[in-house]
């Protein structure tokens, strides 16, 4: 039996890729709401998946929907606000 080894150092891992950066982590704290109303997106659509949808199910939905574009616009006016834009 012959044993099967890493013989490209690409293929093992990466001592200075331990996880993310400081950067990085600020990029997802920053999205996080955003994050958050998607989830909830999501778990009214699974919940509604086997079930025929009613009014209150539809506006749950709606609910959910806005809240996603509420986050949504206000990551991007927040990404807008800190770029320097010259008219």
Known sequence: M???????????RDES???PTAAEL???EAEMPLIVAEVELLDVQ???LD???T?????RVR???RKVLAARRDLVNKAVAGT???A
């Open 2 to 12: 012959k044993y099967i080894g890493a013989v490209q150092a690409a293929v093992t």
């Open 17 to 19: 890729d331990g996880g």
């Open 26 to 28: 600020d990029a997802i």
């Open 46 to 48: 699974i919940s509604l």
């Open 51 to 53: 079930q025929p949808v």
């Open 55 to 59: 009014a209150l199910d539809g506006r």
């Open 63 to 65: 609910r959910a929907r």
């Open 84 to 86: 320097d834009v010259a």
